[in-house]
């Protein structure tokens, strides 16, 4: 995908801060068709974004991983995730964009929306079943969304609150199948979660494995074996993905890089990047302006 600095997008469902409704919808068409169905890398954040195709193809990037689905798939993308997408010409889909502050008080203020819902994912290989109750939820959003009835609100929020279940609802079952319901994985996937919600904290790892009831070496262990990984390793690759994106798709100084992930001294922060990535953050910027690295 293009390494281009982050595409401004004046779509007015972005405006997240004075949205002009309680959510957005459209089709996938009317942006696909709009930029020759290659949607260039960009982020919102403070958005939740639901995609459906019910038919077509898709390659795309999120968060610089690579990946490649069929119809009938379900995409979550969550606040902050780079993504970028083409499309096959015949793609029939929605796009249902919710603000994150909406989502979590349509779930009642648990932690759904950061544990469930904080990364993003593509959900392929659905059941029947599941495929009919996906496009029955987007063409209810659809239509609600083109009517003005009374009730319309509250019918979309109720909409999007069964949509996000229904992610929560087809992760969970896509886990089991890929990964197996080992208490192994599922503490994996806790911590992730966790590291997700505190990253920018600079929490030591045994804060982690405190608020996941299991040792530093145990938690260690259990990711190097999932994931290849050290438990602090993980930790430590998830802050400089942060850091990669704010130094390739904003204009932040590398100070206010540095500030933005909890990092009072910016000398440290410029040390500890060169060491994990093996470029200094002015010169990883440069090659990712020049397209010789990728933002990700």
Avoid at 42 to 62: A, M, P, S, V, Y
Avoid at 121 to 134: G, H, K, R
Avoid at 264 to 271: C, V
Avoid at 275 to 296: F, I, K, N, Q
Wanted: hydrophobic residues 40%; negative net charge; contains cysteine.
């Amino acid at each position: 995908m293009s390494t281009s600095p982050l595409l401004l997008v004046p779509f007015h469902e972005v405006r997240h801060e004075q949205p002009d409704d309680c959510l957005h919808y459209e089709s996938v068409a009317v942006r696909g068709s709009e930029m020759d169905w290659t949607i260039p890398a960009h982020r919102h954040d403070g958005l939740h974004q639901f995609q459906w195709l019910e038919q077509g193809q898709l390659h795309g990037t999120i968060d610089g991983r690579e990946f490649e689905a069929q119809a009938p798939v379900l995409l979550m993308l969550a606040p902050g995730s780079v993504h970028g997408f083409t499309y096959t010409p015949d793609t029939v889909g929605h796009q249902v964009t919710v603000p994150t502050a909406t989502l979590r008080k349509l779930l009642g203020g648990s932690n759904l929306t950061d544990m469930g819902l904080g990364t993003s994912c593509v959900l392929a290989d659905m059941d029947d079943e599941n495929s009919a109750e996906c496009k029955s939820l987007f063409t209810q959003v659809a239509r609600e969304f083109r009517m003005q009835s009374p009730g319309r609100v509250h019918a979309l929020l109720s909409c999007a609150t069964l949509l996000a279940v229904q992610v929560l609802r087809q992760r969970g079952e896509h886990f089991i199948r890929e990964r197996g319901q080992g208490a192994r994985d599922a503490l994996v996937r806790r911590y992730l979660a966790l590291v997700e919600l505190h990253f920018r904290g600079h929490e030591a790892l045994p804060f982690y494995a405190q608020a996941l009831g299991v040792t530093p070496d145990h938690l260690s262990r259990t990711c190097r074996h999932a994931l290849r990984r050290s438990a602090l390793q993980i930790l430590h690759e998830r802050l400089m993905l942060e850091a990669r994106r704010l130094l390739a798709y904003s204009s932040l100084s590398v100070t206010q890089v540095a500030q933005q992930l909890g990092y009072d001294d910016a000398a440290y922060f410029s040390k500890f990047f060169s060491r994990v990535v093996g470029h200094t953050p002015s010169e990883y910027r440069a090659l990712v302006a020049s397209g010789v690295r990728g933002a990700d």
